[in-house]
C-alpha cells in the first residue's frame, strides 16, 4: 500500500471514535473479552479490489499485536464472487468493533477500482486515460484517488495548489481567457501548469491563443469535441469532460482527447459487496 501511514491511521482513528465512541453496547456487554474469533473476508461480487490494507490496518490499531492476518487477494486484484479475500484471527470483541468501519473502507474503496477499471475497459485501443476529479469526500480524498489508480485510471490534481485551474467563474471575474491566462502567468512558479475551461470553440480558440497547458473541453458534443481537439492540434493536452457516461465515453475517446475526467468515479460511486463472516474459536 502506497499511502502514508500516519494519514491512514488519522483517517482510521476518526471513523473509530464516530462508530464506537466509548463503548459497544452489544459486543462489550455480551462477548467475553478472552473469546477468539477466525473471520473470513469474502467477495460477493465481481470486480477490483482496493483498501484490503486499510481495512486490516483497523484491527491493527484497534488491538495491536493481537491479531493474525492472511492476505488471500491484494489491492488491484480481481476478485470473483466467492472467493475469499483475507483471514483474520483474534479477539472476537475487537473483531465485532472493527467490522463495520473495515468493511466500509474496503467495500468504497473496490468500489471506486471497480468503475475505474470498467471506464478503463471501454476506451481499450485509443490514447485517452480515465482520470478523476476533485469531487471526493472530504477526509478521505487520497484513498479515492489512490483506488481510482489501483482501477487502472489516473489522478487529476490532489488540490488548489497542484494546478491552476481556470473555470468559467475565474474567467468571468478575470475579464476574459487571454487576459486571465497572462494575468496568472506573472504570478505563478514555474512549475505550476495552466489548466483552462472551454465550453464551445471560440472558448476554444481563446485558450490556444493564451497558450493554456491544458484546454478541458466541458460538455461538448462528440463533433465539437473532434473540432476541438483538431484545432489544438498537440499544442495543449486535451481534457474531456461533463456528462460522461458508458454509452458516450468510447466516442469521446475516439475524438483525440489525452484525458478523460469522471467525478462519478469518487462521488458517486457503488460500493462493491465484501462481507465479513466469523466462526468463534479462531483454529480452522
Not at 469535441?225 to 465515453?249: D, F
Request: glycine share 10%; charged share 25%.
Amino acid at each position: 500500500m502506497n499511502l502514508p501511514p500516519f494519514y491512514v491511521d488519522e483517517i482510521i482513528r476518526t471513523a473509530i471514535k464516530e462508530d464506537i465512541n466509548y463503548i459497544d453496547v452489544a459486543t462489550d456487554l455480551l462477548i467475553d473479552e478472552k473469546q477468539h474469533t477466525k473471520g473470513v473476508m469474502l467477495a460477493k461480487a465481481e470486480g477490483v479490489l482496493c483498501g484490503i490494507d486499510v481495512a486490516l490496518r483497523v484491527f491493527e490499531l484497534l488491538g495491536p499485536g493481537l491479531f493474525e492476518f492472511k492476505k488471500f487477494k491484494n489491492d488491484g486484484d480481481r476478485v470473483k464472487c466467492g472467493e475469499i479475500i483475507a483471514e483474520i484471527k483474534g479477539p472476537t470483541t475487537l473483531m465485532l468493533k472493527g467490522e463495520r468501519t473495515a468493511l466500509n473502507m474496503v467495500q468504497h474503496m473496490s468500489g471506486i477500482a471497480t468503475e475505474t477499471a470498467h471506464c478503463v475497459s471501454l476506451i481499450e485501443g485509443t490514447k485517452a486515460t480515465v482520470a478523476d476529479t476533485r469531487k471526493t469526500l472530504p477526509g478521505i480524498r487520497s484513498l479515492q484517488k489512490y483506488a481510482v489508480m489501483r482501477g487502472g485510471g489516473k489522478n487529476h490534481r490532489f488540490n488548489l495548489s497542484d494546478c491552476a485551474m481556470l473555470k468559467d467563474n475565474h474567467i468571468d471575474a478575470a475579464g476574459g481567457i487571454i487576459p486571465a491566462v497572462k494575468a496568472l502567468r506573472e504570478k505563478i512558479g514555474h512549475t505550476v501548469k495552466i489548466e483552462v475551461e472551454t465550453r464551445n470553440l471560440y472558448e476554444v480558440s481563446q485558450a490556444i491563443e493564451a497558450k493554456a497547458d491544458i484546454i478541458m473541453l466541458d460538455n461538448m458534443d462528440v463533433a465539437t469535441m473532434t473540432e476541438a481537439v483538431n484545432m489544438i492540434n498537440g499544442r495543449a493536452l486535451t481534457e474531456a469532460s461533463g456528462g460522461i457516461t458508458y454509452e458516450t465515453i468510447g466516442d469521446i475517446a475516439k475524438t483525440g482527447v489525452d484525458i478523460i475526467s469522471i467525478g462519478a468515479l469518487t462521488h458517486s460511486v457503488k460500493a462493491f459487496d465484501i462481507s465479513l463472516k466469523i466462526k468463534v474459536g479462531g483454529e480452522n
